[in-house]
Nanobody, 117 residues
């Protein structure tokens, strides 16, 4: 059973930065290492959306609204995925989750990001 634990969220003013971390436990290295991993976001009253993903070879892709501001990275040795978020906007507010693409692991509790204007 793989468990995903997200951390690093918080309250920040517009223009600020945060770095989110996702730690995967209960998995062998191969389960995590060869999976495309992603950060998803669920804004209040909206469906969860994928905002960034990273392949096992570290190729990345981003939704247009975060391009140039967010950076996804991974450390396979630590079974971890990160999301560096710069120039945050109020519309970035939401609960952030990590999971694979497609999402085959059980969802963690996520980490709340609140950006004030």
């Amino acid at each position: 059973q793989v468990q995903l634990v997200e951390s690093g969220g918080g309250l920040v003013q517009a223009g600020g930065s945060l770095t989110l971390s996702c730690a995967a436990s209960g998995t062998s290295g191969s389960m995590f290492r060869f999976k495309t991993m992603a950060w998803y976001r669920q804004a209040p009253g909206k469906q969860r959306e994928l905002v960034a993903h990273i392949t096992f070879g570290s190729s990345t892709n981003y939704v247009d609204s975060v391009k140039g501001r967010f950076t996804i990275s991974r450390d396979n040795a630590k079974n971890a995925v990160y999301l560096r978020m710069n120039s945050l906007k109020p519309e970035d507010t939401g609960v952030y989750y990590c999971n694979s693409v497609p999402s085959i692991f059980s969802w963690g509790q996520g980490t709340q990001v609140t950006v004030s204007s």
